[in-house]
């Protein structure tokens, strides 16, 4: 999406930078002619602009570094008896070096609009442990995380993303119904 974005606003800069070079002359005829080639250059670079910045998303999203797949949820206790979500992902490191869940992405759960607290301590279902292993390049891992629920009949929306500021990927994001 940013990239589309993007692309537009450098079709839009171009155009005004083709239309403010363009030579002034005392036809009219002439002038039109210009500002017609002017904006069928401009639309078609606009155009294959646009087929390079989607030519260049589906690729990074074929070749991204790290992929989360959704295994599924289910609906446990904390030692206090708070309802937890445990959601089980598919981690794969597609990077160059070994890499952690933890350190690679960013997860998030939300219900009712407000995020869920990931510091689920006491949960017989989860093992914190798991988002801090380091997976070599190539390699898949499945792990249990658990989010703090504020009941367990409202839907949650689960989003992951990666930890990379300049192409802060979504990795996934997916709404279930707990019921």
Same mark, same amino acid.
């Given at each position: 999406?940013?990239?589309?974005?993007?692309?537009?606003?450098?079709?839009?800069?171009?155009?005004?930078?083709?239309?403010?070079?363009?030579?002034?002359?005392?036809?009219?005829?002439?002038?039109?002619?210009?500002?017609?080639?002017?904006?069928?250059?401009?639309?078609?670079?606009?155009?294959?602009?646009?087929?390079?910045?989607?030519?260049?998303?589906?690729?990074?999203?074929?070749?991204?570094? !790290?992929?989360?797949?959704?295994?599924?949820?289910?609906?446990?206790?904390?030692?206090?008896?708070?309802?937890?979500?445990?959601?089980?992902?598919?981690?794969?490191?597609?990077?160059?070096?070994?890499?952690? !869940?933890?350190?690679?992405?960013?997860?998030?759960?939300?219900?009712?609009?407000?995020?869920?607290?990931?510091?689920?301590?006491?949960?017989?279902?989860?093992?914190?442990?798991?988002?801090?292993?380091?997976?070599?390049?190539?390699?898949?891992?499945?792990?249990?995380?658990?989010?703090?629920?504020?009941?367990?009949?409202?839907?949650?929306?689960?989003?992951?993303?990666?930890?990379? !500021?300049?192409?802060?990927?979504?990795?996934?994001?997916?709404?279930?119904?707990?019921?």
């Amino acid at each position: 999406m940013k990239q589309k974005w993007i692309a537009g606003l450098l079709a839009v800069s171009m155009m005004a930078a083709m239309a403010g070079c363009a030579e002034t002359t005392d036809s009219s005829s002439s002038q039109a002619e210009e500002t017609s080639a002017a904006e069928s250059s401009a639309a078609e670079s606009s155009a294959a602009e646009e087929t390079e910045a989607e030519d260049i998303t589906e690729a990074a999203a074929e070749e991204t570094e !790290f992929q989360v797949e959704l295994l599924g949820t289910s609906v446990s206790q904390d030692y206090e008896g708070k309802p937890v979500l445990v959601v089980e992902y598919n981690f794969t490191n597609n990077s160059d070096e070994a890499q952690s !869940f933890i350190f690679a992405c960013q997860d998030k759960v939300f219900q009712n609009g407000i995020e869920c607290d990931d510091t689920v301590i006491g949960c017989d279902d989860i093992d914190s442990q798991q988002q801090m292993n380091e997976i070599q390049p190539g390699t898949t891992y499945a792990l249990k995380i658990g989010y703090h629920l504020q009941d367990t009949t409202s839907p949650v929306d689960i989003e992951v993303t990666s930890l990379d !500021f300049i192409n802060e990927d979504t990795l996934l994001k997916q709404t279930v119904n707990l019921q």
